[in-house]
């Protein structure tokens, strides 16, 4: 069965400085990977997806993911962080449409004015 | 198109009552999943339904928890008794399957306080 680390449960860092969120997942063959973003006291918020193509793919709101299949990983980055970035992020994956989505224990992202 | 539609949206109740939480997904999406998330963690799958029929029910805690997927659309999960452990967020998700997906839609979700 898949698993998900993220490797850090909180991460501090200053408006407008650059963050790295990292996300590790057990090896498979084939794989899809979610970040989602839930805000204090809202529901889960699909950031970014990879199902296939293009191993970089990007948000609307300046994030962006890279799947690294050698690495098993697929951390979340932004060049400049805003406090309204502030919240909880969920690396999530699947090994195909048909099974659960399996997520990680979140990170906390704490931008600071 | 419409999102994942749950209610309620907040309950509390007190231990060893009953409660139930109902789940509309989005049309055609043949794939339902119940998830529990408690606070400071990620969401935990409870049961997946493809279409009416139970496709992954490990982790659900059987002796308290049941779901049905009636006509493989609407969703319920109900708890019976609760405990104050089951305090957590319930997040319903839906989605197409095989060649045709596209990624999960997640409902707002029902938060559950057991006091």
Known sequence: AQSVTQLDSQVPV?????????????SSVSVYLFWYVQYPNQGLQLLLKYLSGSTLVESINGFEAEFNKSQTSFHLRKPSVHISDTAEYFCAVS??????LVFGKGTRLSVIA | EAGVAQSPRYKIIEKRQSVAFWCNPISGHATLYWYQQILGQGPKLLIQFQNNGVVDDSQ????????ERLKGVDSTLKIQPAKLEDSAVYLCASSLGGSSFRGYTFGSGTRLTVV
Do not use: I
């Open chain 1, 14 to 26: 200053f408006e407008e400085a650059p963050v790295e969120l990292r996300c590790n997942y057990s």
């Open chain 1, 95 to 100: 090994d195909t449409g048909n099974t659960p």
């Open chain 2, 60 to 67: 659900l805690p059987k002796d308290r928890f049941s779901a």
